[in-house]
């Protein structure tokens, strides 16, 4: 197979599937995480690569549609590559499938380097470029339209960024900004609903022991979410997620 592509499968373990077995979708985040830190490590362009010159990898923005979530025990077996790459951002597909070849979900996200030292975004430049295919992406996504943001919060939420939300970047771990936003969705929304498209924008990173207010406003079958640091009333993350009704 070619550099630009690169395939792994992952077990839904029990860890990963909520009550109804189905898997969770913070779960399906590090998953993705996890292939894309791969393909990267194979590229030369990892973490380790990228820290040697003071650099890191920041996740700015995905949006995630969802076929059908795997169930506890089965494997999902994705693809992923790399697309398009400007002077700051650059873009990772995904898609996800099982075992009989059914598409599961799909993927496209864009990507910062940043620098570790500055803690601020830095050129793509000063990363060496790595093989793309750049006429293919998962699906018909843009990243063009602003996402929503909430204007009166149905619920609130406080959460404080622990020591084990943190990762190599030393700030909380995108899989966890999603953790938090998801605990501020009604038990009766979620009750007969499942998740089947997921909007994220990182905004600001989030450091330990911050404490991050979680708002949540329901509109239809779309929970709309920011993600606000109480420390100094900035906006972290703005996340919308449209659900579907269970059959």
């Given at each position: ?52 010159e003071g650099l890191g990898w920041a996740l700015s923005k995905i949006i995630v549609n969802i076929d059908e979530l ?126 089947e498209r997921l909007k994220i924008s990182f905004l600001k990173e989030v450091l330990p022991q911050n404490i991050i ?35």
């Open positions: 197979m070619s550099e630009k592509y690169y395939k792994a499968d992952y077990k839904v373990r029990i860890a990963d599937a909520d009550s109804r077995g189905l898997l969770k979708f913070p779960a399906l985040l590090q998953m993705l995480q996890e292939i894309a830190t791969e393909h990267a490590q194979m590229l030369g362009v990892d973490y380790s690569s990228l820290a040697a795997p169930k506890w025990g089965e494997r999902v077996f994705i693809e992923t590559w790399a697309s398009t790459r400007d002077r700051i951002v650059t873009y990772r597909e995904f898609v996800a499938r099982d075992k009989d070849g059914r598409r599961l979900f799909t993927a496209r996200s864009q990507w910062l380097v940043f620098d570790l030292k500055e803690r601020r975004i830095a050129r793509m430049s000063r990363v060496k470029d790595w093989p793309r295919d750049e006429e293919n992406f998962a699906n018909g996504e843009t990243f063009d339209a602003p996402f929503e943001k909430v204007e009166t919060a149905d619920r609130i939420v406080e959460n404080h960024a622990r020591n084990d939300d943190i990762d190599l970047n030393a700030h909380v771990n995108n899989s966890v900004f999603l953790i938090w936003a998801l605990d501020s969705v009604p038990d009766e929304f979620q009750r007969d609903r499942l998740p207010s979680s708002q949540c406003q329901l509109s239809g079958d779309r929970s709309i979410h920011s993600l606000v640091n109480k420390s100094d009333g900035s906006e972290c993350a703005r996340i919308n997620i449209d659900w579907k009704q269970l059959a």
